[in-house]
């Protein structure tokens, strides 16, 4: 019989995740399934609620992305034999869109039944990124970025109006005004790219941008048939910034000369200054970056295909 150990986020307002679990909770009592539970109060904690962790156990994560790709890393770090201990979890604010990306339901009800239906994992391809001269290493989902798009980030995150304004407009426009003071603040920077043993170097860098498309599959797949998606923009300034957003508007971007594209499933790249970085809406320190992306895949416990097509719809 299944057995599964949660992990609720419950000092998270953001992810409502104690509420979610009282939404889901009867459908685990209901089938009289074997589960435990632990509160995540700070991230820092996962490593030692994970220490002693069953290995027959399912790991569900209830609260942040960051909990569930922080719950990976350690799981991933810590597998047997090359056996991952399978992970999932029920979809709150901060991972529907991971959610929806893997076939996963947003709506935690419909999510806990592809959870308990199933008898076997599927497989999502992730990122992973191991920082050479910090022996750091982190896992993203999503996106990661270096220079414009986590200037942006950290300018409105320091602005006082950040954490008060809720309708959409006024979102973007705050957003907005973070990308025009990066563009007006960044010094831009070289980065040295190393790609199927080839060497690219770039100066008058102002972003560097990695893309996952996570998507989930019934069996593994090579990592090079999962590669990332590499854009690197040199030469900005304010009108070629306008440019830009509106070329990303009409997906015109490959054809700028100040765009550069690559795609593969493993990258190395280097910089040579003090860099903001972000992965995944997470902010990471200023610093230089020796970085080594490769994609992998990871077992997620969940049926994508227990869903009627009227719940699919909903």
């Known amino acids: 019989m299944k057995k599964f150990l949660f992990l609720i986020e419950n000092q998270n307002k953001t992810t409502d995740a104690m509420t979610i679990w009282q939404t889901v909770k009867p459908f685990f009592e209901q089938e009289n399934i074997s589960y435990q539970i632990k509160n995540v109060v700070r991230l820092d904690q996962i490593n030692q609620l994970l220490e002693n962790n069953s290995k027959d156990k399912i790991i569900v994560t209830i609260g942040s992305l960051n909990l569930l790709l922080q719950s990976i890393l350690i799981l991933d ?6 056996s991952a201990q399978p992970i999932s979890f029920i979809p709150t604010k901060e991972t529907k869109s991971l959610a929806k990306s893997i076939g996963l339901a947003e709506d935690p ?3 806990v039944k592809q959870i308990i239906a199933a008898f076997q994992p599927v497989f999502v391809n992730l990122e992973q990124i191991e920082e050479m001269n910090h022996r750091g290493r982190w896992i993203f989902s999503h996106d990661f970025s270096l220079g414009l798009g986590a200037y942006a980030a950290n300018v409105v995150k320091d602005t006082s109006l950040a954490g008060h304004l809720k309708p959409v407009p006024l979102k973007k426009s705050l957003n907005l005004y973070g990308r ?6 960044q010094e831009p920077f070289n980065v040295t790219l190393r790609l199927n043993r080839k060497y690219f170097f770039f100066k008058h860098v102002f972003a560097v941008k990695l893309s996952n498309q996570p998507s989930s599959a019934d069996n593994p797949m090579d990592a090079a048939d999962i590669p990332l998606q590499l854009e690197i923009i040199t030469s900005l300034n304010f009108f070629t910034f306008i440019l830009y957003e509106i070329s990303r ?3 015109l971007t490959p054809y700028l000369p ?5 795609t593969d499933s493993q990258i190395q790249l280097t910089t040579n200054s003090l860099e903001f970085g972000e992965f995944d809406g997470q902010q990471l320190r200023n610093q230089f970056y020796d970085l080594m992306i490769k994609s992998f895949q990871y077992p997620f416990w969940f049926d994508p295909d227990n869903l009627s097509l009227a719940e699919k719809n909903s």
């Open 180 to 185: 025009l003071t990066a563009i007006i603040d």
């Open 77 to 82: 770090t810590v597998k047997v034999k090359h």
């Open 258 to 262: 100040f765009s550069h594209y690559f």
């Open 109 to 111: 009800s419909l999510a």
């Open 249 to 251: 508007r009409l997906k």
